[in-house]
């Protein structure tokens, strides 16, 4: 029986994400695992066309953040936005050849099973992983991904507690895959005469709390304070009323309206890409932030705060062993953390140069799947039997039955264009619009009134 694809044909990949971040992962791992490596080069006769598919919810990215993503090669005019049902009919309908799952657990979980029920003569090789530290829900998580044809780990570091969890159930750990975060890059740091740049990296979620996050402001306010001649920036990932990966009630940009004495002339607040930011950074600063990684990479000097503690919740404790555990006390007073190298070899950030061949194994396993006549069925760990208290509640937040087929009236085509399609757009983005309300305004009222 011939192999699943033809060499004469393009290498057709659909990455479906459900955030920016999440979208920048995707698109830059379906770049990493169809490109050829220095040694084995693909045929120049195989094309990759790559389609993006954004699924719809509350962190559906908008414009101006795929813009920031920056570039990750792949043509705007093939992204667009769908239903998990709308995905599941283009995938039996356009026939790709791979799918990169950059989701949440849950909803790889529902794909994973929606893809099963199509049962496709060819199905596509299903690949998912995480879109960087992977400090919580780390049994959940993993579970939730497993049944696809490759979960990547970022790191051995990773990978080998990817396996742990996987045999410690029982169930089949063949499928993780070594590899690396697909957007670290850029050009080493160099000093220059006269450029002293602070970033501290923000997130949505961590910390949690308003004190905490006022904390953290003031500090940074203060430190540029404190060296009126240092550019200090805070790295914001959204703009109010967007959503990210994870839900930011509290943005900085708020707090910092609020702030007793306002701003000094040597701070600012910036957006735009990562890599970008970091080509004009002298240190990083984050309590967790995937960032952190991106700079080690670069060899720019980082901090990782302790002065909330470390914690789990906070996500600090990955880096315990890195050497780079601090307090805004240390850095205010000109000390610079100095990387474990020995740490930084487990965790994937590979600044010996051996980068450029991190996704060599995770190719070549996508390669020899793509070579087989036939893939086996799709079988997640979860099932009817497994878990049939949990997993129909998953799948039916993305409308499959406990099957995984659609629901009743799920399946309906999507409207494009006219009056109609018009008014659908424009109730969904009302309804975003309303949601992104409720949680940026009206629940933390909610609970500060709960608190009293």
Do not use: C
């Amino acid at each position: 029986m011939p192999p699943r694809t033809s060499r004469t044909t393009a290498l057709r990949v659909a990455v479906l994400a459900d955030s920016d971040t999440r979208w920048k992962w995707g698109a830059l791992t379906a770049r990493r695992l169809t490109a050829g490596s220095p040694d084995a080069p693909r045929e120049a006769d195989r094309p990759v066309e790559i389609s993006g598919l954004l699924l719809r919810g509350r962190a559906t990215p908008t414009a101006r953040q795929l813009a920031e993503v920056g570039d990750v090669g792949v043509e705007t005019g093939r992204v667009r936005e769908v239903t998990a049902v709308e995905f599941l009919h283009t995938v039996r309908d356009e026939g790709y050849d791979v799918v990169v799952l950059a989701l949440v657990g849950g909803a790889v979980q529902a794909m994973l099973h929606g893809l099963a029920t199509l049962r496709l003569p060819a199905r596509p090789v299903v690949v998912t992983g995480y879109v960087g530290v992977v400090y919580e829900k780390l049994a959940d998580g993993l579970l939730l991904r497993h049944g696809a044809d490759v979960v990547l780990a970022n790191s051995r570091h990773d990978a080998e507690r990817f396996r742990a969890v996987y045999e410690g159930v029982g169930a089949d750990a063949s499928a993780v895959t070594e590899a690396a975060l697909p957007f670290l890059g850029g050009a080493p740091h160099l000093p220059q005469e006269g450029r002293d740049t602070v970033v501290f990296a923000a997130q949505p979620s961590v910390p949690a709390s308003r004190a905490d996050r006022t904390y953290l402001l003031r500090r940074l306010v203060e430190h540029a304070r404190l060296h009126p001649d240092r550019e200090v920036l805070l790295k914001l990932r959204s703009k109010p009323g967007e959503h990210t990966t994870h839900i930011e009630e509290l943005p900085y940009q708020r707090l910092a309206e609020r702030l007793p004495g306002g701003l000094p002339p040597n701070f600012r607040l910036v957006y735009g890409h990562m890599g970008e930011v970091l080509d004009r950074t002298d240190l990083l600063v984050t309590v967790s932030s995937t960032a952190a990684l991106e700079s080690l990479h670069r060899r720019i000097p980082t901090a990782v705060l302790t002065d909330l503690g470390v914690r789990e919740t906070l996500g600090n404790h990955h880096f315990i062993g890195s050497g780079l555990l601090t307090s805004w006390d240390r850095l205010d007073g000109g000390s610079h953390p100095e990387p474990d190298e020995k740490w930084l070899a487990g965790q994937g950030v590979a600044a010996d140069g051996t980068y450029d061949t991190s996704y060599d194994t995770a190719r070549a396993r996508v390669d020899a799947l793509l070579a087989e006549p036939r893939l086996p069925d799709l079988a997640p760990y979860y099932t009817p039997a497994t878990a049939p208290g949990y997993l129909p509640g998953i799948l039916a937040r993305h409308h499959l039955a406990p099957d995984g087929r659609p629901l009743p009236g799920a399946a309906a085509p999507r409207e494009t264009g006219g009056v109609r399609g018009a008014v659908r757009d424009a109730v969904r983005e009302a309804a975003r619009g309303a949601y992104r309300q409720g949680v940026q305004r009206v629940a933390p009222v909610i609970r500060r009134m709960g608190e009293l």
